[in-house]
């Protein structure tokens, strides 16, 4: 006889090819700097964070649009796999999204985006209604984030990269994920829950502008940043899911994201869930 089925993730969002050079050092404005070789993996936030969800054992499905050329059929190739259910997979006459990384020698990193077929993402024929819980990014148009605010009261909104956000659709979101810097535009006193995260300070789980949770983050051998932020959206969404008290979701997406950072790659290091409690038992 079967177990209860497990509860299933959504994750709306971008979809690019990441274009990463390394220096020793990020340049300032109107500098150039000599890096290394130029390497090709398969990235964009919302691929990231399907990605990492599949591997922490969530059954997940991948909403995006990516373009009609042979990058389309690599990037979608290579989230399947990785476990990611990509039948509501969409195709556009654009170019897919490129991402342009350059990280320095203490694995900081500066990102431009090229959105592409991204822009080109519809949810009139998607079915919500089968998800226990959206996560969403913004690399996609600020109407598809509106309308999912709307469509589905299970919302993860990841507020990155920074945009304006109607705070109508804040307020309809389950939580808003944000760091720092992006979370200064937010009203945090008017959101049901807000977390931010502080990079290597762990995160901070707030109800209405008051505390309610905190959890600092272990060491860990940096090698690389990127794509640790969207692992720790995607273990806070797979503890919320669950059911997990706000403090005990926070600790394990921090420990998932501190274990991001030490591979390099976005998706380099995509911790399991045995991993993650593993850390956590340590720290307890």
């Known amino acids: 006889m079967s177990g209860p089925a497990r509860p299933r993730a959504a994750v709306v969002g971008s979809m690019n090819t990441d274009l990463i050079v390394r220096c020793a050092q990020l340049p300032r404005p109107g500098e150039t700097v000599l890096g290394g070789d130029v390497v090709r993996v398969a990235g964009g936030k919302g691929g990231n964070q399907a990605a990492a969800l599949a591997r922490l054992g969530v059954p997940t499905s991948m909403v995006a649009c990516v373009g009609r050329d042979e990058l389309g059929g690599w990037l979608t190739a290579q989230l399947a796999a990785q476990g990611v259910d990509t039948s509501m997979m969409q195709r556009s006459a654009r170019p897919s999204g490129t991402a342009f990384i350059t990280i320095d020698a203490t694995g900081e990193n500066e990102i431009v985006v090229a959105p592409g077929a991204n822009a080109d993402l519809v949810l009139d024929d998607v079915d919500l209604g089968a998800f226990d819980v ?64 502080r990079g290597r300070g762990g995160a901070v789980h707030y109800r209405f502008g008051e505390v309610v949770a905190e959890s600092s983050a272990p060491v860990m051998d940096v090698v690389d940043t990127v794509g640790a932020g969207d692992v720790f959206c995607a273990a806070y969404a797979a503890r919320f899911v669950e059911g997990e008290e706000p403090d005990a979701a926070l600790h394990f997406a921090v420990i998932a994201g501190a274990l991001a950072t030490t591979a390099r790659g976005a998706r380099g290091r995509l911790p399991t869930t045995e991993e993650v409690e593993q850390w956590r038992a340590r720290a307890s």
């Open 134 to 197: 959206v996560l969403a990014q913004m690399e996609v148009a600020s109407e598809i984030i509106d309308a999912l605010a709307q469509r589905t009261s299970s919302l993860i909104l990841n507020v990155a990269p920074s945009r304006v956000v109607a705070a109508s659709t804040l307020a309809r979101c389950a939580v808003v994920i944000a760091n720092e810097l992006e979370a200064r535009s937010l009203g945090i006193h008017e959101l049901r829950h807000c977390v931010v995260t």
